[in-house]
């Protein structure tokens, strides 16, 4: 199975309704990879992911954003940046996503050389 991304939240988005079962209104990237789950998230959603138990929560502060913010960086350029270094952390060089994944997330995945397909159907 290809390594997986989904950027949203369980709220709007089927692909992490069904793969989550908890309410997370704000948006995060959600990554198979190697048979595990990993979300990038911010940490006060971290204590109900770990208790729904099965995936690997990664806090937003892992990948710099105390620092990211430092810099002035706008919310999307934090969101674009933590998901190049969290992905490259874990090693995805290249992922099926969604028919809905977010356009200006997916060009700057692509700058950083992260390969992308959409395949709904693998979501569906």
């Known amino acids: 199975m290809p390594d997986v991304l989904v950027y949203g939240d369980t709220v709007?988005?089927?692909?992490?309704r069904h793969e989550l079962p908890i309410?997370?209104?704000?948006?995060?990237l959600y990554v198979e990879r190697d048979g595990a789950r990993h979300?990038?998230?911010?940490?006060?959603?971290?204590?109900?992911?770990?208790?729904?138990?099965?995936?690997?929560?990664?806090?937003l502060e892992e990948y710099g954003l105390d620092e990211l913010i430092a810099q002035g960086l706008a919310r999307e350029q934090l969101r674009d940046e933590i998901?190049?270094?969290?992905l490259r952390a874990l090693?995805?060089?290249?992922?099926?996503v969604?028919?809905?994944?977010?356009?200006?997330?997916?060009?700057?995945?692509?700058?950083a050389g992260?390969?992308?397909?959409v395949d709904q159907q693998l979501f569906d």
């Open 39 to 59: 979300a990038v998230i911010g940490s006060m959603e971290i204590p109900r992911l770990e208790e729904a138990g099965g995936i690997q929560c990664h806090p």
């Open 98 to 111: 969604p028919f809905g994944f977010p356009l200006g997330l997916a060009d700057r995945l692509r700058a």
């Open 114 to 117: 992260i390969e992308l397909r």
């Open 91 to 96: 090693g995805v060089e290249r992922a099926a």
């Open 83 to 86: 998901s190049v270094r969290a």
């Open 12 to 16: 709007r988005f089927p692909e992490l």
């Open 23 to 28: 309410g997370i209104p704000d948006p995060f």
